[in-house]
């Protein structure tokens, strides 16, 4: 099975506050961080060595995977600076012995079927094939147009509105073969998406390979809420361990995954779709749901969260409410009374008194 670059180092700028104390990488999702799905998946499929191409906090993503996981080999591969995504193919190409080798982004969940898009890739005799899935919006993503053999004859990058080629939608992942680094200038940042796909596409030395699998990418508050929802679904039940406390009154709706050390107050309800890591602590009438709330948050008696985000050790007051897309950061706290409205994103470590009615960022 190939060598496998993943593209772990960016800044998860959309998902700030709460990427300002971790890589989106180690986000957890349904209480597993990120990365440990992409790399369950890569070991499945026969992947051997995994080259991590790391930079911002790139520190606590070696920390946590250390040499080996899941029966593979981890390379790091350090940028000093930011590269963009060609950078680090280009960085790597030394640890790839001019072979052939996949490269997919680091914040994706997905059970595409890595063999059949090589099987793919050698068939069609490109010199890269992307990855593609069908999305009901393409204009966040790279939408791309096919022929009848399955080149990709018009690759555009977050297209205009009305202007997308098809909903088929660059999926992060590709084979590549060691040609592909002529098309890598030397030097600074590239964006492989838009300086070397199109020009491949011109060439006609680019494929498409389609998969109508479960892919997720996690940009945004809202994609990191779908991603732990369909992940959760997909666990079918409530998931709890043992040193878990619920008081009899309270009520669970799951899909459902709670971690250690939980305490549940009475007559609160939790869930549908809600992620509780270690060391939780809900009070008495809480209301929970479609929401990740990060180990050692608080939230007092009366208080509600929906389709929001806690950070670590945040502590919500009594008779407080946190309304959809809002990020709640680490150590945060929000006092006694307070509503906290739609798209609000609060810094690690602010004390907030007074409710927060318009979108908006504390600093």
Not at 9 to 15: A, H, Q, Y
Not at 221 to 240: F, G, M, S
Not at 302 to 317: P, T
């Amino acid at each position: 099975m190939l060598k496998t670059l993943v593209l772990a180092g960016g800044f998860g700028t959309r998902l700030r506050p709460l990427s300002c104390s971790r890589p989106k990488t180690l986000f957890p999702v349904a209480n597993k961080p990120l990365i440990d799905y992409t790399l369950e998946s890569l070991s499945e499929a026969g992947v051997e060595t995994v080259i991590l191409a790391v930079y911002y906090m790139a520190e606590a993503l070696v920390r946590y995977l250390g040499p080996t996981k899941n029966n593979l080999g981890i390379l790091y591969l350090r940028e000093q600076r930011p590269m963009g995504t060609g950078g680090p193919i280009r960085l790597a190409k030394d640890m790839m012995n001019g072979e052939k080798f996949m490269v997919m982004n680091g914040d994706l969940l997905t059970d595409f079927d890595y063999k059949r898009l090589i099987n793919y890739h050698e068939e069609k005799g490109g010199i890269a094939t992307v990855a593609l899935t069908q999305v009901e919006d393409p204009y966040r993503y790279g939408s791309v147009e096919l022929d009848w053999e399955g080149r990709i004859t018009r690759f555009v990058e977050k297209p205009e509105l009305g202007k997308a080629p098809s909903n088929l939608i660059n999926a992060g992942i590709y084979i590549l073969e060691p040609e592909i680094y002529d098309y890598i200038p030397e030097g600074g940042k590239v964006r492989i998406e838009t300086e070397v796909f199109p020009k491949l596409a011109e060439e006609q030395q680019l494929y498409g390979f389609e998969s109508h699998g479960f892919w997720m990418d996690i940009g945004e508050p809202v994609d990191y809420l779908n991603a732990n929802a369909a992940v959760l679904a997909r666990q079918r039940k409530v998931i709890k361990p043992d040193s878990i406390e619920i008081d009899p009154t309270a009520i669970i709706n799951g899909p459902c995954n709670f971690g250690e050390n939980i305490k549940i107050g009475a007559d609160s309800r939790i869930g549908p779709n809600v992620s509780l890591a270690d060391d939780v602590q809900i009070g008495k009438g809480c209301r929970i749901e479609n929401s990740i709330i990060f180990a050692g948050a608080v939230i007092e008696d009366y208080s509600s969260v929906k389709n929001a985000i806690l950070g670590e050790n945040s502590v919500l007051e009594r008779w407080v409410k946190v309304e959809s897309g809002s990020l709640i950061g680490d150590f945060a706290q929000i006092g006694d009374g307070v509503t906290i409205t739609e798209g609000v994103s609060i810094c690690p470590s602010k004390s907030i008194e007074e409710s927060i009615l318009k979108p908006t960022q504390v600093m």
